[in-house]
């Protein structure tokens, strides 16, 4: 019974934990490279969050990982039929990217951290075992964004078929942007540094392209539908994660490029952080009582999608703080986290 009600949206808890452990690591000492602003070796943040949050975490999403990898492997093997539905479901198809995008973001929290030297030597980073993974991750993803589209094109739909969660495929196309300049997704020895920022232009341009289009195409649908199933609602909290994952994939890339100076860097990705922000206060507001437009199923995967979009949110906010100091900044960093 286990294997046969594996359902793939329950990727969406790892995926969740993963971009917890992200956040942290943002709020980590990892973030001071990026730092222009430091004085006499001082630090504008007065807390730096220790890395070992961000250790538990991904080790907490790895572990339910690989376990639902497991049992939905077992899943595609005894019940074929059963992952082909999900597959052509405009419902649940969008969910096979929350694994891609779980071994993406994965790519980001290990490529520094497991080296494949014997012990006793001590590998470079970026660590060949992230790279793999972001090869893993984001490739697939691509094809999966790719089908999909032509899906979406070639097929006779309906707007009862559009979902937020359809959102998911620019948000990966979006993570692979973030992580490519950061892995390296090419050998630094053969001197094609320059082709980890063009390869995350690649992932960014339409990931920021499809973000515009389906925010526009699903908030349409949001307002003026019924939205009587409430387990498709928390699909919303995606509007949070695009714009979130795009601006820090805009900041990496303008940082990596070096064709900007760091003060435009910094100030050319916080408008799709307050864009985030604007979003997550609307959709807590349409919690509220008087509207109960959220809260009322009962809980299920659809709630981690929610713990996803706010960890990006967080992400954002670890970012910014770590880039002015600001007392302010500092605590909306808590609150997200």
Not at 87 to 95: L, N, V
Not at 171 to 197: E, H, R, W
């Amino acid at each position: 019974d286990v294997i046969r009600h594996m359902q793939v949206d329950y990727f969406g808890m790892p995926l969740a934990l993963g971009g917890l452990a992200t956040a942290f690591k943002i709020a980590s000492d990892w973030s001071n490279p990026f730092q222009g602003n430091i004085v006499d070796g001082l630090n504008p943040r007065t807390i730096i969050v220790p890395e070992t949050w961000s250790q538990v975490f991904a080790f907490m999403g790895a572990f339910f990982f690989v376990n639902f990898a497991l049992l939905y492997i077992a899943r595609l093997v005894l019940f074929p039929n059963k992952c082909a539905k999900e597959w052509d479901s405009p419902f649940k198809s969008p969910a096979f990217g929350l694994i891609t995008i779980t071994v993406t973001l994965y790519s980001f929290l290990v490529y520094d951290e497991i080296d494949h030297r014997e012990i006793g030597e001590k590998e470079e980073n970026p660590q060949k075992f992230g790279r793999v993974l972001w090869w893993m991750g984001a490739i697939p993803h691509a094809i999966m964004t790719v089908m999909k589209f032509g899906e979406w094109v070639g097929r006779r739909m309906e707007m009862e078929h559009v979902q937020t969660t359809w959102m998911i495929f620019p948000v990966g196309l979006a993570v692979a942007a973030l992580t490519a300049p950061i892995v390296g997704v090419f050998d630094s020895d053969n001197g094609n540094s320059i082709g980890d920022v063009m390869v995350a232009r690649f992932f960014y341009s339409f990931a920021w392209l499809m973000w515009i289009t389906l925010f526009v195409l699903t908030f349409f649908k949001t307002v003026t539908t019924h939205n009587s199933d409430d387990r498709l609602r928390h699909g919303a909290f995606i509007w949070i994660a695009a714009p979130c994952i795009l601006g820090l994939a805009e900041y990496v890339i303008c940082r990596t490029d070096g064709s900007f100076e760091r003060a435009q860097c910094d100030a050319m990705w916080v408008d799709k952080y307050f864009i985030g922000l604007f979003i997550f206060l609307g959709l807590v507001w349409a919690t509220f009582p008087h509207l109960l437009f959220f809260g009322q199923a009962e809980f299920g995967m659809g709630y981690w999608t929610e713990c996803f979009a706010i960890d990006t949110l967080a992400a954002c906010a670890c970012l910014f703080y770590s880039l002015n100091g600001w007392q302010f900044s500092q605590t909306m960093q808590f609150i997200f986290l």
